[in-house]
């Protein structure tokens, strides 16, 4: 018999599990199924190694940085809070802390390693279905807008959320007072939001 | 006017939103800021505001396929945790509490703190030792310290390099079901939360980044707590590492 919260699922659990949304199967994995996780897992585990490679820049640290943030979504899984946005949020989210710590985290010593982004090929994901289409359809938009900003403040948005850098760091690297690079962060932020409607709309 | 060449009033409350919600603030400031989101309405509006359009970015990143290698290691570590619960025969309860937070480190205030040093608390060995190890040429140095653990036979030491932290624990016991070991920070006044939860081995050995930056935190120890984590520390602590 089909029982999700058996640590082996049964045959074939994982499949049946698919089916569910990423609401109802949290409402497993905090029942303790690994199963279930599974599905999360992989449902959201290119996005999450997309994000952490963007910003890491090597390969190896960002797959630490994913396997670290999918143990500690599992082992804090009852804190997620569905009022408080997606899985998919929650879940990058994580990766997006975690790779700021590790970027922070990088000494003087470890900053000398070359970065490997661009000397691998990119090994985009297939489309496979309708919500993959969709969900490239949407990143175009987003990059869309965050291209229709003026520079000075699409700049500061991708240096501080993919590069992790802080607004002094920032301000520092383009010698302008912090205050101005705070002000490009907020306009930046509300332009695109006006440009993409209702962004929580989007299945991301 | 161009808002550009007027920066906002660092009076002004959202000044840090935008920071915020990209992650560009700094530790201190990520600190401050959180607490001032309890009490100011307008802010936690702003925030609201423009995390809908932080969520959405990581869209943007080129996609890329994760190794099977790294599911293979996620899964096996999941599923011995899985198997250790049903092993033991018991079920997540209600206990399991759900914390809300605004991002890495908690915006709530922490009511009480029991004396960190209870009677009885640590029956054991008492050895901080601070010892510089150079790094190897980066310039960076890494401060080894050994942190109180009980019981006897564990051992902690924490590792500081730059600002960061990383713990390693061995010989500790493994937590009883729906329980997990969770690092706290103490800068002044109660120890804060951080995301940092971890199960040990079968040996009783476990390695864990502490979130964020360490600059300014007196202590850094570890309870074990309900499944999930706490807001405040439920039980005594059984390592304590001071820097």
């Given amino acids: ?204 | 006017m161009n808002v550009e060449d007027s920066p906002m009033d660092p009076g002004l409350c959202g000044e840090n939103a935008a920071p915020y919600v990209l992650g560009a603030l700094t530790e201190e400031e990520h600190e401050a800021f959180c607490g001032h989101l309890d009490s100011c309405a307008v802010c936690r509006e702003e925030v609201a505001a423009l995390q809908v359009v932080a969520s959405v970015l990581p869209a943007i990143a080129p996609q890329r396929s994760a190794p099977g290698q790294l599911k293979r290691n996620v899964m096996a570590s999941v599923r011995e945790d899985a198997r250790r619960e049903e092993e033991l025969g018991h079920h997540m309860t209600a206990a399991t509490r759900t914390r809300t937070r605004f991002a890495r480190r908690s915006q709530l205030a922490w009511p009480s703190w029991r004396p960190l040093l209870a009677a009885g608390a640590l029956a054991t060995v008492v050895a901080v030792v601070a010892i510089a190890i150079a790094s190897g040429g980066g310039g960076a140095s890494t401060r080894v310290i050994r942190a109180e653990a009980t019981p006897r036979g564990a051992d902690a030491s924490l590792h500081v390099s730059d600002g960061r932290a990383q713990l390693d624990v061995s010989g500790m016991p493994q937590t009883p079901p729906q329980r997990v070991y969770e690092v706290w920070v103490k800068r002044s006044g109660a120890p804060q939360p951080t995301d940092a939860l971890f199960t040990v081995t079968a040996h009783g050995d476990a390695t864990v980044g502490v979130p964020g930056s360490v600059r300014g935190v007196k202590v850094i120890m570890v309870t074990s707590e309900p499944l999930g984590g706490s807001k405040a520390p439920t039980t005594s602590p059984v390592i304590i590492a001071r820097l």
């Fill in chain 1, 1 to 204: 018999m089909f029982n999700p919260l058996r640590p082996d699922g049964g045959s074939g659990s994982t499949e049946r599990l698919r089916v569910l949304a990423d609401e109802e199967l949290m409402q497993l994995v905090y029942r303790s199924s690994a199963d279930a996780f599974e599905v999360i897992y992989d449902r959201h585990a290119d996005a999450a190694f997309s994000l952490a490679y963007r910003m890491c820049a090597q390969r190896a640290l960002a797959e630490d940085v994913v396997q670290e943030s999918f143990l500690s979504l599992w082992r804090s899984r009852a804190r997620y809070d569905r009022g408080r946005g997606s899985v998919r949020t929650w879940v990058l989210g994580i990766v997006h802390n975690r790779a700021i710590d590790a970027l922070r985290r990088r000494t003087v010593r470890d900053k000398g390693i070359v970065n490997d982004e661009g000397l691998e090929e990119r090994v985009a994901a297939p489309e496979r279905t309708e919500l993959d289409v969709a969900r490239r359809e949407e990143a175009r938009e987003i990059r869309h807008a965050l291209d229709e900003l003026p520079g000075e403040q699409s700049k500061v948005i991708e240096l501080a959320y993919f590069g992790g850098m802080t607004h002094v760091q920032i301000a520092s690297m383009l010698d302008t007072p912090v205050g101005t690079i705070k002000g490009r962060m907020r306009l930046g932020l509300a332009k695109m939001r006006m440009a993409l409607g209702d962004p929580t709309e989007m299945v991301q």
